[in-house]
């Protein structure tokens, strides 16, 4: 884990350049020592790792990196986790409300029906423990499939608020978008990492 001195000193006076270099450097050490170590007590402590360290350490690290790259696909699924750990009770509602018209992406995400807050959780823990020590593909492509559930449950949302709450469900529309634009993201970046290309 990072030393906090070391922390405050990524996000703000680095230059681009050197902003990069470090969030790829972090993330693959990150990601390629806990794959070779195997060792289930890493694996937890990394899936921990926003509790740990904080959202914005995270952030600092890796927030701006390209989607198509290891440290921005870690960005997108920490992010993830931590949303469903925040907010289970919205997060399964867009993912109850989107399901039955995402019937592919349910199988791929791989979550109960009907899911409670702890299954959610456990899926979200279970996509980050993936990517230190399973198939890295497979993790990120599950995260898309959610991604995917939960924009569509959002646009249905929207729908069903378009006259009682105008801003509202126009809010709500560009999260669906925005959710769409993820998943797509991860599935990208899973495709490069089957590659072998995922930097």
């Not at 195997?38 to 350490?57: H, I, K, N, S, T």
């Not at 992406?105 to 009907?114: L, M, S």
């Not at 449950?153 to 925005?178: H, K, L, N, Q, S």
């Amino acid at each position: 884990m990072l030393d906090p001195r070391d922390a405050d000193e990524l996000p703000g006076d680095l230059d681009p350049a050197r902003r990069d270099e470090v969030a790829h450097t972090t993330a693959r050490a990150v990601v390629h020592r806990a794959r070779a170590a195997e060792d289930p007590e890493v694996v937890a402590r990394l899936v921990r790792l926003v509790e740990d360290e904080g959202l914005d350490v995270v952030a600092g690290l890796w927030a701006d990196a390209a989607p198509a790259t290891l440290p921005g696909a870690l960005w997108r699924l920490y992010a993830l986790r931590e949303w469903v750990r925040r907010d289970p009770r919205t997060v399964g509602l867009r993912y109850r409300l989107g399901v039955d018209v995402a019937p592919v992406a349910e199988v791929v995400a791989g979550v109960p029906r009907p899911p409670s807050p702890d299954d959610l959780r456990a899926l979200a823990d279970t996509v980050l423990s993936g990517v230190f020590a399973g198939d890295l593909a497979v993790a990120l492509e599950r995260a898309a499939a959610f991604c995917r559930i939960l924009a569509a449950g959002a646009a249905y949302d929207a729908d069903a608020r378009e006259v009682a709450d105008p801003d509202g469900a126009a809010r709500m529309t560009r999260g669906a978008a925005d959710l769409v634009g993820t998943a797509g993201e991860l599935e990208h970046a899973a495709a490069l990492w089957r590659a072998g290309s995922l930097d």
